[in-house]
């Protein structure tokens, strides 16, 4: 159980943002006035903290925050060295709070704010972990809330325990960080890590909303890059699959040969450069380039990993409350 009382719980929220010039205005009055509710309530400590993470923005992004910060000393500014990445964008707001809980939310506010004094009452009575899940897809496009249901589906088949219409909006209490800052690999991938560390976890549920401002920074191809990693970090289903349809080619391939001897020696149907002589050359090589293909992802990934370089780097951190510098430069966390 946690010991701590709903109005003694220091609640961080941890906002990345990459981009996010046109929503941060509105992002940040909602959060401050949700902030404050909670405090007058006794929900939360006046100490809480709204952490915003710069990922390398390339627009008024941290001239934004900055202001907040000079304005607001419930503000935390921290701002990235360059663009890392949503995962990793999280991870740097993760392990710079100070509360006793930290509940993390995207810019672009689409989750459910609402349901956040229920994940402080469900950390409250003792859940280290509270997911914040969507009761449906209706906001989403068709091909999306097709491929997400289908990937959620894959990744259950492959025995990766995920929390189905689970993003990263949650909250997390300072026992779990802490054994969060154990798992060190560099692929991060949070939805599938967090669900591993335990600490009797908990949902809420909430509807989606429309995007307030600005566009999703999440396109096609970053959205394929988090599948993969989602996969390839979890699971070595694929490699697997890839000896099992090495040995069915393989056993195959031996019964073709068999079938194309039998044609030459015991019968006169043999014709030079018969298709069967090119069938199995496509096959076979189709084959072979896909099992490389599987194979050279985990390469990668096994490479990347054993450079143990920083997974970000914080090159400047801003706040007026106290026990903070005014501007401070720190080195990022591996």
Known sequence: ???????????????????????????????????????????VSPKSKIYYVDDGSRDGTWGLIAALCENDPKVVGIRLSRNYGHQSALLAGLFSSRGDAVITIDADLQDD???????????????????????????????????????????????IGIVPNHADYRLMG?????????????????????????FNPSSVYYDRKERMAGESKYNLSKMIRLALDGITSFSAVPL???????MLVFLISVGMAGWVLWIRLLTSRAIPGWASSVIPIYFLGGIQLLCLGVIGEY????????????????????????????????????
């Open 113 to 159: 704010i609402s349901v956040v004094p229920e994940m402080i009452a469900e950390f409250c009575s003792g859940h280290e972990v509270v997911f914040g899940v969507r009761r449906g897809r209706r906001t989403d496009t068709i091909f999306k809330r097709n491929s997400a249901l289908f990937y959620y589906g894959l990744l259950r088949r492959l025995g």
């Open 240 to 246: 697997r699959a890839v000896s099992v349809i090495g």
């Open 1 to 43: 159980m946690n010991q701590v009382t709903r109005e003694d719980v220091v609640v961080d929220l941890v906002v990345p943002c990459y981009n996010e010039e046109e929503a941060l205005p509105e992002t940040h009055r909602q959060l401050a006035q949700l902030m404050d509710a909670m405090c007058r309530a006794g929900r």
């Open 299 to 334: 390469l990668a990934k096994d490479y990347i990993e054993t450079k143990r370089r920083p997974r970000y780097l914080i090159s400047e951190t801003i706040s007026r409350s106290d026990g903070y510098p005014a501007a401070d430069r720190a080195a990022g966390l591996r």
């Open 174 to 198: 300072k026992t779990a960080i802490a054994a969060l800052k154990e798992y060190t690999e560099v692929n991060l991938f949070l939805r599938g890590i967090v669900p591993l560390i335990g």
